[in-house]
């Protein structure tokens, strides 16, 4: 699937891609202005919903530096269209909206609202897994496996994320820690 919604054009495509395959700061500022340029023409069509989703995915890389001029700028553009959505930004909405942007494949935009939710310490363990979804997603095996760690360490209750743990464990050859996990799962 698309990371994104039809009728994107080959440069946003590539840019994301771009950033997928190597994140290096030249990729970062690339995908950051295609998602800038897809938010203003979503936001022209008065499809909030899509240039909601385009600027998160941009403030994803743009939070690294939340002092600069884009990211408020970006982050007040964003409040402004949820306030003009009427749209609930509980907690808990949140929570809800970013799963839906990871099953929408929308995985920047999903992963910003995760990454802004464990700041705020909401649904920790949560959180953590499913950046490692994401991660997983993106194919980053060691940041999976490290979200992973950090959800099971948060909430060694939370079944999911410790099976997942487990199967990143048995891929890196540490049967016995994997089973020790599986065990608990079961």
Excluded: H, W
Aim: charged letters at 25%.
């Amino acid at each position: 699937g698309s990371l994104y919604a039809a009728g994107q054009n080959q440069k946003t495509l590539e840019a994301t891609r771009a950033v997928i395959n190597n994140p290096n700061q030249s990729n970062i500022y690339a995908f950051t202005k295609a998602m800038l340029k897809e938010y203003k023409k979503a936001y022209k069509e008065n499809n909030l919903e899509n240039a909601a989703d385009y600027l998160r995915s941009a403030l994803y890389f743009l939070k690294q530096n939340p002092n600069s001029f884009d990211y408020q700028d970006s982050k007040n553009k964003l409040d402004d269209i949820l306030a003009k959505m009427g749209a609930d930004t509980s907690e808990a909405s949140r929570l809800e909206l970013a799963k839906s942007l990871y099953l929408e494949n929308k995985l920047f935009a999903a992963a910003y609202e995760f990454s802004t939710l464990l700041k705020e310490g909401y649904e920790v363990d949560v959180c953590y897994e499913y950046m490692g979804d994401i991660a997983y997603s993106l194919r980053s095996e060691n940041d999976a496996f490290g979200f992973y760690k950090m959800g099971v360490d948060y909430n060694p209750e939370n079944l999911s994320v410790k099976y997942k743990y487990a199967k990143m464990l048995l891929s890196r050859g540490k049967t016995n820690d994997a089973i020790y996990y599986l065990e608990e799962v079961i």
